[in-house]
C-alpha cells in the first residue's frame, strides 16, 4: 500500500517559518514528481510547488514565490517544503502529492497520489 504521511506542521505567528516533510513507502517514487498543495477552510484545494523527479526543475505559485522553497531527498524518498515569512493567508491543510505526470502535479495531481495532510497555522 502507497503511503505517504506529512510531518511538520504546527502553529507559527506571521513572519516564521516552518519546514514540512513528506515521505514515501515506495522506492519506485524516487523518480516520480512531488509536489505540495494545500487548502484553506472554505476554499478548494490549490497548488502551492512541485519539484521534477530528476530534482533538476521546480515550480511555484505566485503566491508563495520567494518565501517558500522545496527540495528533495531521492535517496530517502522524501520531499520538503521550507516555509518563511509566513503570512496568515498562508494557514491551510498542506498536503504532499506525487505524481508521474508533471503537468498534473503542477495543476491538480488529478490520478496521482495523495497524503493525509498537516494543518499550519500562521497567526497574526
Known amino acids: 500500500q502507497v503511503q505517504l504521511v506529512e510531518s511538520g506542521g504546527g502553529l507559527v505567528q506571521a513572519g516564521g517559518s516552518l519546514r514540512l516533510s513528506c515521505a514515501a513507502s515506495?522506492?519506485?517514487?524516487?523518480?516520480?514528481?512531488m509536489g505540495w498543495f494545500r487548502q484553506a477552510p472554505g476554499k478548494e484545494r490549490e497548488f502551492v510547488t512541485a519539484?521534477?523527479?530528476?530534482?533538476?526543475?521546480?515550480n511555484y505559485a505566485d503566491s508563495v514565490k520567494g518565501r517558500f522553497t522545496i527540495s528533495r531527498d531521492s535517496a530517502k524518498n522524501t520531499v520538503y517544503l521550507q516555509m518563511n515569512s509566513l503570512k496568515p493567508e498562508d494557514t491551510a491543510v498542506y498536503y504532499c502529492?506525487?505524481?508521474?505526470?508533471?503537468?498534473?502535479?503542477?495543476?491538480?495531481?488529478?490520478?496521482?497520489?495523495w497524503g493525509r495532510g498537516t494543518q499550519v497555522t500562521v497567526s497574526s
Open positions: 515506495r522506492r519506485t517514487f524516487s523518480r516520480y514528481h
Open positions: 519539484i521534477h523527479g530528476t530534482g533538476g526543475n521546480t
Open positions: 502529492a506525487v505524481h508521474s505526470s508533471w503537468s498534473r502535479i503542477t495543476t491538480t495531481n488529478d490520478g496521482g497520489y
